[in-house]
């Protein structure tokens, strides 16, 4: 946390952070809500990982503010394993679409 050192600069990037969450938030209950009305199976996948995108930046902009390692390595970790388990799940729709 060496590189946020100046209180300026990190309210600057939690609030950027924040409010990216927040919008982030609100596209994602737009997709989900869309997808689920129109029966999408992929569109519902977008929505979920834009919400994951949410929570990551929430997390990262906890961690920022608090100066806890913890938050940024939480955010990363549930970033790395819901884009991998949701790409999955796209890959498998996909082909079983072609089929």
């Not at 209950?29 to 994951?52: E, F």
């Not at 940024?72 to 999955?88: D, F, I, M, N, S």
Request: hydrophobic share 55%.
């Amino acid at each position: 946390m060496t590189h946020l050192e100046d209180p300026g600069l990190r309210t600057i990037v939690v609030a950027l952070l924040a409010l990216g969450a927040l919008l982030l938030g609100a596209r994602s209950a737009r997709i989900v809500a869309g997808a689920l009305r129109h029966a999408r199976a992929l569109d519902l996948i977008r929505g979920i990982r834009v919400g994951i995108l949410a929570f990551v930046a929430g997390c990262f902009a906890l961690g920022i503010y608090s100066g806890q390692n913890g938050f940024l390595v939480l955010g990363a970790l549930v970033l790395g394993e819901e884009l991998y388990e949701t790409g999955v799940l796209a890959l498998i729709i996909r082909r079983g679409e072609h089929g």
